[in-house]
């Protein structure tokens, strides 16, 4: 077993006590800070308190608990560094092979005050540290950040003791978009808070092929598009809209500014039943289908044009409604890629057609540049696109998508490889051509 000592802390504790429970009975040590050891503790489970490691009491009420060379030091340390290795045996430093956290929920905070006293003690800087420093030190220490991966972990134990360095280097990957996430939302709302006039917090970004590369997708500038209100969904208006433009007929349920459900209104017939989401983006927001929305999910509506307004608003009084206009018509849209520190960029324009197959492959095709890899999208013959997207497998996302689908599938697209199962599995669900990105 390559891995002898891991430390957590945790504000989502989903979970974790299973995990530390599996951890132990595998002969690993557990170190561990305030809440995280006591729950610990108190399930019954070894951990030594971060305070045992460093000799040190957690002070300033918490705010200050693992910042401390006994810990950053078993966690930066490369022990294929000779001087490395001196510094931690000269300090009575102990390696730390694992570091399992996740943060203060600053991101649900927020949504429910404007507090800055109460935002500012959500602002988690430790677990950040360990985050960033167990992510670089990768090679060294296995960084987990989300609970989903706890029984891969546990698995990978099982088969050898330790984990892949390709697995490593996924988990890194994520952590860095983590605490990228983290920082943004911090930073978007304490600029509303502070800031004199409001903050547009415009980023794209998704995860791309976990092993091989973190991609970012470069802003479609706001000069595509003009919106009739501030709001923090820029981001996901701009995705709808270029989506919308390929096919007027398609409208696109966002959340968390990914397009995860489609449907061409034409070819349902008008039903929209099966669109989820947040967020939706139209092209014509009509009476009728404002009448259909009043029920649904989704918090926002997005559209170009309206047809009785004041019919309209109060139908959907519950919803915030922001219009948007084109400013110019995309001549394309880049997709900039980050591989091994040089920059990619790949320009994408959709083609000109006037043929609905055409177009809605090409809605396909487009949604699938800006989402993460591994994401399969999959559209029946009533018109609705389902998606789903799996950080390892595009075969376990397509399942899933034939699961959701309530009628016959038309089109199946990913921007993940295709191999003889994947291809397989379209053709018994009568697929023939997969659309790729």
């Known amino acids: 077993m390559n ?20 951890l132990v009975t595998r002969g690993i040590e557990l ?35 693992t910042l401390h060379p006994k810990i950053f030091g078993g966690v930066l340390a490369d022990l294929e560094e000779k001087s490395h290795v001196q510094d931690l045996q000269e300090n009575e430093i102990t390696p730390i ?4 956290v996740n943060l203060y929920p600053f991101d649900e905070v927020e949504k429910t005050t404007r507090v800055e006293d109460v935002l500012i003690e959500n602002i988690d800087i430790g677990g950040v540290a360990l985050l960033r420093a167990s992510a670089k030190n990768h090679r060294n220490v296995v960084v987990v950040c989300d609970p989903a991966d706890y029984p891969k972990i546990i698995k990978s134990l099982d088969f050898c003791g330790d984990v892949t360095l390709q697995d490593r280097r996924m988990f890194a990957l994520k952590a860095f978009y983590y605490t990228m996430k983290y ?17 547009e917090h415009m980023t794209f970004e998704r995860f791309g092929n976990p092993q091989l590369d973190y991609e970012i997708l470069d802003m479609v500038d706001n000069k595509f598009i003009s919106i009739s209100k501030y709001t923090k969904d820029v981001a996901s208006i701009t995705l709808g809209t270029i989506l919308t433009f390929i096919n007027p007929d398609v409208l696109v349920g966002l959340r968390d500014g990914l397009p995860i ?53 109060d139908t959907l009084s519950h919803k915030e409604l922001i219009k948007y206009t084109y400013k110019q018509e995309p001549e394309r849209f ?3 890629k980050l591989v091994q520190n040089i ?37 029946t013959e009533d018109g609705f696109a389902n998606t789903e997207i799996d950080f390892a497998s595009n075969i376990d996302a397509l399942q899933r998508c034939i699961i959701k689908s309530n009628s016959k599938l038309t089109k199946i697209g990913t921007n ?20 790729g990105c």
Do not use: W
């Open 183 to 199: 920082d943004a939302t911090i930073h978007r709302v304490l600029s509303e808070l502070f800031a004199s006039e409001k903050y």
């Open 416 to 435: 993940g490889p295709v191999d003889s199962i994947f291809t397989k599995i379209c053709k018994e669900n009568g697929v023939e051509d997969i659309i």
């Open 334 to 336: 880049y997709v900039a």
């Open 3 to 22: 891995i002898k000592r891991v430390l957590i802390s945790v504000s989502d504790k989903t979970g974790i006590i299973e995990f530390a429970e599996a």
């Open 97 to 100: 092979d694992m570091v399992v």
């Open 343 to 379: 920059m990619v960029k790949e320009y994408a324009k959709p083609a000109n057609t006037k043929d609905e197959q055409d177009k809605d492959e090409q809605v396909i095709k487009f949604a699938l540049k800006f989402m993460p890899r591994y994401t399969v999208i999959v559209q």
């Open 31 to 65: 170190v561990s800070t305030g809440g995280t050891a006591k729950l610990l503790s108190d399930a019954g489970i070894k951990v030594n308190q971060v305070s045992q490691v460093t000799g040190f009491p957690e002070i300033l009420g918490g705010r200050v608990k």
């Open 261 to 313: 459900s489609m449907v061409n209104i034409k070819k349902s017939g008008g039903r929209i039943c099966d669109l989820i989401g947040d967020f939706l983006v139209v092209r014509k927001l009509t009476n009728d289908l404002a009448r259909k929305l009043r029920e649904s999910t989704f918090t926002t509506v997005a559209y170009e044009t309206i047809e009785d307004e004041d019919i309209i608003e």
